[in-house]
């Protein structure tokens, strides 16, 4: 009988936390006579995915879950009760950037901290290319792990597998992901075939076997129905979370959703024969930061700011307009003060003009993702490029949302590029600004009234010049 709980852990949050005092200090007062015998200790599995560069939730909304200084924290509390092992179902990279590909060495370090025990491959690391990936595993120590994967002449280039032992067991993990990942200079072969193959190779030297798998959903359920040899088979990218359930003899589950969600396995003790039970886990903002991995996020700040990355360095950017004309050029809100007294005053007063004050305060003005929203301009010409190059566009001045205007401020009478009301959920989108609607917000930024500006007057807007976001 299999015994599966899709209830998260969220609910318990407080009373884990009251029992978590109790707990600590009965674990250290406790600890000599009642901790139980090495074999007889719990295994649980914790296995993350789907990252997708989020080392951090966003800092815009307080109630947005994920990120890594609250999964530090999820996976020492297991460790006080158990022998926790910690596997990456892949998908951790955002992008393929220079800026993205650091993040990733962050997000590695930081598992590396955590005591991760494997790294499965999914499609963003391997669209960072062979090169990338075996240099961030180089500088970062971290286990990375793929059966499937091989180079352009067909040859594996990492560990197909690991054995963990803890508590008198022996745990097998095997990672694969789907051959539609396959690019630039990888090849992929078939996951279940790879499987198969790792488990002839494994024969008698486990008790247990997890197969991590970057798959999705569809070719995830049919893995899991195809391979009664193993005991779970843990995926990621699923659009939502799949809480453990059983497929025949396999357990099917799934990390997902910019790593907010975690699935936890626990494993009998050694001698108990029987599948794993397990629940999924949302690592919502009742889970406080950890202490290790909030230093970790410090050196990588730290490093942002040293590297201090330039738009095109990052994939921020919003495509270009396809023929930017002479004079699309960005250029500044001081040009604009003696013209537009009025709107600068109105400007002067709201939230648009601590945006940079905002994001310094929570020392955060040195990430690229952030900058992108609370700057001028960001990657457009003469916009934001880092805060040596461009002092003056701190913030979110006239042309964020007015568009690139140099053309306008030497011959007013040309009107400036952007329809500026089309622009608000660039920057007010679902995660940033859950609460944003047009009238309301507009209310409190109301301007460009007082000058009796007669637009129509001049015509259309000079067309191909929006940017798309
Ligand atoms: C040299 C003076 C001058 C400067 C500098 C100037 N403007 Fe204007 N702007 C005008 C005048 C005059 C009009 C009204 C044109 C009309 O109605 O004939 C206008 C109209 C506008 C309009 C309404 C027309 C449209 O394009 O939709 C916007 C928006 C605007 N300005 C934004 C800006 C921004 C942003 C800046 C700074 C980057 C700026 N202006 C700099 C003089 C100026
Ligand atoms: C996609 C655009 C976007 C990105 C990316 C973004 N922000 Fe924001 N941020 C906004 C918007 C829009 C608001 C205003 C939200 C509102 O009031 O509805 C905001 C508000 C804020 C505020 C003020 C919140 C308050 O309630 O006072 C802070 C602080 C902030 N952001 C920090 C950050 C940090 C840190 C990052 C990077 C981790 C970041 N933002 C990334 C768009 C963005
Ligand atoms: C957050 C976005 C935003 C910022 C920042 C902003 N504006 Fe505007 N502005 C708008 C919107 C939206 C309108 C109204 C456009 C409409 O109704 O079509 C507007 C209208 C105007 C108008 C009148 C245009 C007209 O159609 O009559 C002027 C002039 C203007 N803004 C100048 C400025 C100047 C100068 C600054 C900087 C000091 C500035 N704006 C900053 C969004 C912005
Ligand atoms: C380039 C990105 C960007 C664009 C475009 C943008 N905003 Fe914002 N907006 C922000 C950021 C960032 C903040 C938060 C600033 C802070 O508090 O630090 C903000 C804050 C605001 C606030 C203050 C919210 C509050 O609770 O007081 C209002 C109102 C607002 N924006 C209205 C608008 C409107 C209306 C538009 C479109 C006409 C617009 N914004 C376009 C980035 C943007």
């Not at 719990?42 to 966003?58: E, K, L, Q």
């Not at 005591?115 to 499609?123: D, E, K, T, V, W």
Request: proline letters at 8%.
């Amino acid at each position: 009988m299999l015994l599966l709980a899709d209830k998260p852990l969220r609910s318990g949050c407080l009373v884990i936390g009251v029992c978590a005092v109790v707990l600590a200090s009965c674990l250290w007062s406790c600890r000599e006579e009642k901790s139980p015998p090495a074999n007889e200790r719990r295994v649980v599995v914790v296995v993350s995915g789907d990252t997708a560069g989020w080392i951090i939730p966003c800092g815009c909304t307080t109630h947005q879950s994920g990120g890594l200084l609250r999964r530090g924290t999820y996976v020492e509390k297991q460790r006080e009760e158990a022998d926790v092992i910690l596997l990456d179902a892949g998908g951790a990279p955002g992008g393929t950037s220079p800026y993205q590909r650091l993040k990733f060495e962050a997000i590695l370090e930081g598992e590396r901290l955590m005591g991760l025990a494997a790294h499965n491959i999914g499609g963003p690391e391997v669209a960072l290319g062979l090169a990338n990936l075996q240099e961030a595993s180089r500088k970062t120590g971290a286990r990375l792990i793929s059966a499937n994967l091989r180079d352009s002449v067909g040859r594996p280039v990492f560990d197909g597998w690991t054995i963990i032992e803890t508590a008198g067991r022996r745990l097998a993990v095997i990672g694969v992901i789907s051959p539609r990942y396959a690019a630039g200079d990888v090849r992929i072969e078939d996951p279940k075939a790879a499987v198969l193959a790792s488990l002839q190779q494994l024969e008698g030297r486990h008790d247990g076997v997890v197969v991590m798998a970057y798959l999705p959903e569809d070719e995830l359920q049919r893995l899991a129905t195809e391979l009664p040899e193993v005991d779970a088979v843990i995926g990621g990218p699923t659009g939502q979370p799949i809480a453990p359930r059983a497929v025949g003899p396999t357990v099917l589950a799934a990390a997902t959703n910019k790593g907010k969600f975690l699935v936890q396995l626990e494993f009998a003790a050694a001698g108990n024969a029987g599948p794993p039970t397990g629940q999924v886990v949302e690592l919502t903002g009742d889970w406080p930061d950890d202490r290790g991995q909030l230093a970790n996020l410090r050196r990588y700040l730290e490093e942002l700011n040293r590297r201090s990355f330039e738009p095109h360095q990052t994939d921020l950017v919003p495509s270009a307009p396809p023929d930017v004309p002479p004079g699309y050029r960005v250029a500044g809100s001081a040009t604009c003060r003696e013209c537009h007294e009025r709107d600068n005053e109105l400007w002067d007063a709201s939230r648009h003009a601590k945006a940079w004050e905002d994001l310094k305060a929570m020392e955060r003005h040195v990430d690229p993702y952030c900058q992108q929203c609370h700057t001028t301009g960001y990657g457009l010409p003469g916009g934001f490029v880092t805060v040596a190059k461009s002092p003056d566009r701190l913030g979110v001045g006239c042309e964020a949302c007015h568009g690139p205007s140099q053309v306008h401020v030497e011959e007013p009478e040309r009107r400036t590029p952007f329809d500026a009301k089309d622009q608000c959920t660039r920057c007010h989108d679902q995660e940033n600004s859950p609460a944003f609607g047009y009238e309301r917000y507009w209310e409190k930024i109301k301007h460009g009234e007082t000058k009796g500006t007669q637009p129509d007057r001049l015509g259309p807007r000079p067309s191909g010049t929006e940017t798309q976001p």
